[in-house]
């Protein structure tokens, strides 16, 4: 396993789709911090939560280097060498998980120092209670987390990198907007409660509990959620399901 992980990493770090996602990463949020620093003077206080905004882009960052980072495996061959070298099939598919996974944390804690470069010189610094910011921050990575296990999933069932990363971003885009959805439905109705509670009404309850990108809206917009334990349940559940999953067809792949 080891041995697995210190190639993984060196591959990861070395995939152009990966650093240009960390640098999209990087300027995006500086970007947001900005223009929150131009809108808030210096007196108005500190711009707490900014950091958090590179979360609105991050599946889709996911989308593209996860699926180019694992699809890269069976392009190259390097994968058959990987079994023929004996290393068993759930150890090859946790390592990718791993490495996947803390590509993601590099990408939530770029997002984090780049937007403190901005925010902390120009309105000071942030002060948030540390025990929120960090639920805050386990309820993001989790979330990301989920974007990351589907992924993978997608990109060891499509050999083609073309076709993984195409599915993966079409998936991570129909996510992304529902989540959104869900989360203008749940904030609307917490405003103006309706007289009377539709079905679809209560889905988009259960998907603001579920998907990963109205989780993160729900942190970027009221810091800790009122449904934290929820999210994370749904979000550790989801990781579970999806891993296992990936593992079982990973194990009974014929892998070419």
């Known amino acids: 396993m080891i041995n697995l992980l210190r190639v993984g990493y060196s591959k990861l770090f070395k995939n152009l789709a990966y650093r240009i996602s960390l640098l ?3 300027f995006l949020t500086m970007f947001f911090a900005a223009v929150a620093a131009v809108r808030n003077p210096a007196d108005s206080g500190p711009l707490n939560g900014v950091y958090n905004t590179g979360m609105m882009f991050i599946g889709l960052m996911i989308g593209a280097f996860v699926s180019i980072y694992i ?3 069976y392009t190259e061959k390097t994968i058959n060498n990987k079994i023929m070298a004996g290393y068993s099939r759930v150890a090859i598919y946790l390592a990718d998980l791993i490495v996947a996974l ?8 770029m997002s984090i120092v780049a937007a403190s470069l901005i925010a902390i010189p120009a309105c000071g610094m942030y002060n948030d209670p540390i ?6 921050q386990i309820l993001l990575f989790l979330a990301t987390a989920v974007y990351t296990v589907i992924v993978l999933f997608i990109s060891t069932v499509i050999n083609s990198k073309s076709y993984a ?13 529902t989540g959104i959805g869900a989360f203008d439905s749940v904030t609307r109705k917490g405003d103006n409660p309706p007289t009377e509670v539709t079905t679809m009404d209560k889905v988009f309850d259960v998907l603001y509990l579920v998907l990963p990108q109205s989780q993160m809206y729900s942190v970027m917009n009221e810091g800790i959620p009122e449904d934290i334990g929820v999210m994370a349940g749904c ?4 990781l579970t399901v999806m891993t296992a999953l990936g593992i079982m067809v990973f194990k009974r792949k014929d892998i070419k």
Do not use: H, P
């Not at 025990?131 to 805050?136: A, D, H, P, Q, S």
């Not at 979000?235 to 989801?238: E, G, I, N, P, T």
């Open 24 to 26: 999209l990463m990087a």
């Open 71 to 73: 699809s890269q495996d």
């Open 102 to 109: 803390s590509g993601t944390l590099v990408m939530q804690l």
């Open 131 to 136: 025990g929120e910011v960090f639920r805050t």
């Open 165 to 177: 990363v195409a599915v993966s971003l079409i998936i991570v885009m129909i996510m992304l907007m």
């Open 235 to 238: 979000d550790a559940a989801a």
